[in-house]
């Protein structure tokens, strides 16, 4: 019988996002996550395939580190709580922030996140043609607030303006996407 793990894909994500948030990203290689946990850099092969799943898995962190909202609220109450979510979690991790401007979701957990979007959009009126498009440009538009929040690009300003600011992007999104439908008629009548 095998040896018990020592480490795990968890272990070592979240030692790499350590590392992003102390060093920044440029420090993250698979020898020095392997220095922290105190393994030989092969042992990590067993649960990242290379650098590059590994930034996959960074990416996968970043956007899972806060709840999804529940899908009883409104499709506007879930996306305004998802870029509330985001936006904190670049405020936490400015340095490996960027990362989500540069890769793709291709993680389970992060295409989920991807995808509770998409559905939230649906409700929205999105036509599904268009849901890939949509999300795309909204997902942008406040991946870049929060990048330039996080990084220092908007540091002369104060941070009612800035919170202001986050919220007025939200509204113009809003007013950019349909009027959902209404509920078919339950027959009901009002007295």
Not at 85 to 104: E, K, M
Not at 116 to 142: C, F, K, M, N, Y
Not at 170 to 177: A, G, H, K
Request: charged share 25%; net charge negative; glycine share 6%.
């Amino acid at each position: 019988m095998g040896r018990e793990a020592q480490i795990g894909r968890t272990a070592i994500l979240e030692s790499a996002l350590a590392i992003a948030d102390d060093d920044g990203l440029d420090a993250v290689t698979m020898h020095a996550v392997a220095k922290r946990l105190q393994v030989t850099p092969m042992a990590l092969y067993r649960h990242v395939a290379n650098k590059a799943a590994l930034l996959d898995g960074l990416v996968e962190m970043l956007l899972t580190e806060f709840p999804l909202p529940a899908r009883q609220l409104p499709w506007d109450e879930r996306l305004t709580a998802l870029a509330a979510g985001i936006r904190a979690t670049a405020h936490r991790h400015p340095g490996v922030f960027p990362l989500l401007l540069s890769r793709p979701t291709v993680t389970q957990a992060a295409v989920h996140v991807r995808d509770s979007i998409h559905q939230a959009l649906r409700e929205a009126g999105v036509p599904e043609t268009d849901l890939g498009r949509i999300e795309r440009l909204l997902s942008t538009a406040i991946l870049g607030f929060a990048v330039s929040e996080a990084t220092g690009r908007f540091r002369l300003h104060d941070q009612t303006v800035l919170d202001e600011d986050f919220a007025e992007l939200q509204r113009w999104m809003r007013r950019l996407l349909p009027t959902p439908p209404h509920p078919p008629d339950s027959g009901a009548t009002l007295a």
